[in-house]
């Protein structure tokens, strides 16, 4: 097994490898010829980005300055905007969906360095992806770490026999739903792998309450279920937690 094949399976690799230096040079030369092009010539950005990234959708817009790994393992929408000052280390896939909107000063992260000093005084690392979803605004100055997605309760409802449908859903729609009685219930949930329930919806000077004011047993299912992964009270079935030694 080649150290790019290592990389993109997640596993350690030695990023000095002769042919991930070459691949990165690549990308080195192209965000440098992308940086330094007038703000005025947008077509010619735009074919540098293409050549440079993995995919992109028809309309988007990325500012310089911009630099990346590799670039090949960065898929954007349609409708991407990315502002000043974006840092993307895609030794793993970063994908954005449609309608993603990144602030200035903004980095992800896929790269990782092991916990144990003597792999990384072998200069061994790994990768985890980054996965974005649609009509996502990420504000200035975020970090966006490895293995972040928005996949934890999708994954965990579908394991238990649910239905999952992704796509855009219109605040309206969840309102009238409400009205009619359909709305059991509503939970929040972010990169941070935390649930929150959703007791009251406000809207137009509509208000929804929702579940009487409890939290649904979905929800709390969901709740118990990551916070006991996270505290190590129930078996960490997806591999999503890393256990950290403390040393004194």
Known sequence: MTEYQKMLGGQLYNAQDGELQAMHRTAMELCHALNQLNPNQKEEARALLRQLLGRTGEHFTIKSTFWCDYGRHITIGENFFCNYNCVMLDCAPITF??????APNCGFYTAAHPL?????????????????????????????????????????????????????????????????????????????????????????????????????????????????????????????????????
Request: proline share 4%.
């Open 97 to 102: 969906g449609d309608n993603v909107m990144v």
């Open 116 to 248: 144990d000093h003597t792999l990384r005084d072998e200069e061994l690392e790994y990768a985890k992806p980054i996965t974005v979803g649609d009509s996502v605004w990420i504000g200035g100055g975020v970090t966006v770490l490895p293995g972040v997605t928005r996949r934890s309760c999708i994954e965990l409802l579908k394991d238990w026999g649910y239905e999952v449908v992704e796509g855009k859903i219109a605040i309206a729609d969840i309102m009238a739903a409400a009205r009619e009685g359909k709305l059991e219930e509503v939970f929040g949930t972010g990169t941070a792998a935390v649930v929150s329930p959703v007791k009251e919806l406000v809207w137009k000077g509509e208000h929804a309450y929702i579940g009487d004011g409890k939290i649904g047993p979905v929800t709390q299912k969901l709740y118990d279920t990551m916070t006991g992964m996270q505290w190590g009270k129930i078996p960490d079935t997806k591999g999503w937690i890393v256990p950290v030694e403390k040393k004194y």
